[in-house]
């Protein structure tokens, strides 16, 4: 690959040679594309009063997934532990230290092998990962909604020409900078599914497919809202005004890209936490660390995951996630 633009057809994989990979221009815009994204979401949640911990990398559980992905098992001195899929749980855990906090957190994930061509799924990826005490959802979704548009103004107005040499029209975020991003349930999004001739599951998360057709449909991101319990896991919360809808969100960006962002408010009381994880199908004597600390006491919370891969991709234009990533691994694609 002697030019960036030479690999970007839809389902293109990564060169064999990393150092190929590395020298190809689309790369190394890349990279200084993410690590001015790194800068900028530090500057705004530092500014908004959030402290920045190192997260974990393994611990004795970690947040269960979901869609067909599945943990990864390492021996631990003669104990099963887990590769962080998401450092959720611990994030809920830390807010009796930092009532403001974030993460800038290596995940792992072994995803189905067709997640390899959509463009949007990594092996190993990153979350920005934001959590915050005694917050509500439209809380967290403000703060989603200020963040990146702090991050896509500061790529702009610091990265103008690595942008130009990558084919990024500035004009393609003009709606999203002015905020006010609109917000839509999950029921209403299905409808629309639906009635376009998507068969999309009213019980489930909005799949892989319609992502894309509602977010190539919209010409600003847009937030989904209310998820039916049992599509997320146990730690979202239950609306109590609406039973059988979550307290939760994704933010859904513009021009085909999808997710960006998904949220919630978080369950924290023992007995519904211990509920939850029965009726997700899982033995809670597996979480015991997670739930002795619920036993004790979880500041009621809410906050948000957002893909730092998914976001840099969103922001350079490049087809494929893995031509955002150093060092890419695709979903059952053996690479260095």
């Given at each position: 690959?002697?030019?960036?633009?030479?690999?970007?057809?839809?389902?293109?994989k990564?060169?064999?040679?990393?150092g190929?990979?590395?020298?190809?221009?689309?790369t190394?815009?890349?990279m200084?594309?993410?690590?001015?994204?790194?800068?900028?979401?530090?500057?705004?949640?530092?500014?908004?009063g959030?402290?920045e911990?190192?997260?974990?990398?393994?611990?004795?559980?970690?947040?269960?997934?979901g869609?067909?992905?599945?943990?990864?098992?390492?021996?631990?001195?003669?104990?099963?532990?887990?590769?962080?899929?998401?450092a959720?749980?611990?994030k809920?855990?830390?807010?009796?230290?930092?009532?403001?906090?974030?993460?800038?957190?290596?995940?792992?994930?072994?995803?189905p092998?067709?997640?390899?061509?959509?463009?949007?799924?990594?092996?190993?990826f990153h979350?920005?990962?934001?959590?915050?005490?005694?917050?509500?959802?439209?809380?967290a979704?403000?703060l989603?909604?200020?963040?990146?548009?702090?991050?896509?103004?500061s790529?702009?107005?610091?990265l103008?020409e690595?942008?130009?040499?990558?084919?990024?029209d500035?004009?393609?975020?003009?709606?999203?900078?002015?905020?006010g991003?609109?917000?839509?349930?999950?029921?209403?999004?299905?409808?629309e599914l639906?009635?376009g001739g998507?068969?999309?599951?009213?019980?489930?998360?909005?799949?892989?497919k319609?992502?894309?057709?509602?977010?190539?449909a919209?010409?600003?991101?847009?937030?989904?809202?209310?998820?039916?319990?049992?599509?997320r896991?146990?730690?979202?919360?239950?609306?109590?005004?609406?039973?059988?809808?979550?307290?939760?969100?994704?933010?859904?960006?513009?021009?085909?890209?999808?997710?960006?962002?998904?949220?919630?408010?978080?369950e924290?009381?023992?007995?519904?936490?211990?509920?939850?994880?029965?009726?997700?199908?899982?033995?809670?004597?597996?979480?015991?660390w997670?739930?002795?600390?619920a036993?004790l006491?979880?500041?009621?919370?809410?906050?948000?995951?957002?893909?730092?891969?998914?976001?840099?991709?969103?922001?350079?234009?490049l087809p494929?996630?893995?031509?955002?990533?150093?060092?890419?691994?695709?979903?059952?694609?053996?690479?260095?």
């Open positions: 690959m002697n030019d960036g633009t030479d690999a970007t057809a839809p389902g293109a990564p060169p064999e040679s990393l190929e990979h590395l020298a190809a221009p689309s190394r815009r890349a200084l594309v993410q690590s001015e994204v790194l800068s900028a979401v530090r500057e705004c949640l530092r500014d908004e959030f402290q911990l190192l997260p974990p990398l393994t611990g004795p559980v970690t947040d269960p997934g869609r067909g992905a599945k943990q990864v098992d390492i021996d631990f001195y003669g104990h099963r532990y887990k590769l962080m899929t998401s959720i749980l611990y809920q855990v830390s807010l009796r230290a930092f009532p403001k906090l974030f993460y800038i957190a290596p995940n792992v994930r072994a995803e092998l067709e997640t390899a061509t959509t463009g949007r799924h990594l092996f190993e979350q920005i990962d934001v959590e915050m005490a005694d917050a509500g959802r439209e809380e979704m403000a989603a909604e200020r963040l990146l548009v702090r991050v896509v103004r790529v702009l107005d610091r103008p690595t942008l130009g040499e990558l084919g990024r500035p004009g393609f975020f003009s709606l999203l900078l002015k905020g991003f609109e917000s839509r349930p999950h029921a209403e999004a299905v409808r639906v009635g998507h068969a999309q599951d009213p019980g489930a998360e909005i799949d892989w319609g992502e894309v057709l509602l977010s190539s919209a010409d600003a991101p847009f937030f989904v809202t209310g998820y039916p319990q049992g599509s896991g146990f730690y979202d919360r239950e609306d109590p005004q609406a039973p059988g809808t979550l307290r939760n969100f994704d933010l859904i960006a513009h021009g085909g890209f999808g997710e960006l962002v998904s949220g919630s408010e978080r924290s009381d023992y007995r519904a936490i211990v509920t939850g994880i029965r009726e997700s199908g899982e033995n809670p004597a597996k979480y015991g997670y739930l002795d600390e036993r006491g979880l500041p009621a919370s809410a906050g948000f995951g957002m893909g730092l891969e998914r976001l840099v991709r969103f922001l350079t234009g494929e996630i893995w031509q955002v990533s150093a060092y890419p691994k695709l979903p059952g694609v053996v690479s260095a």
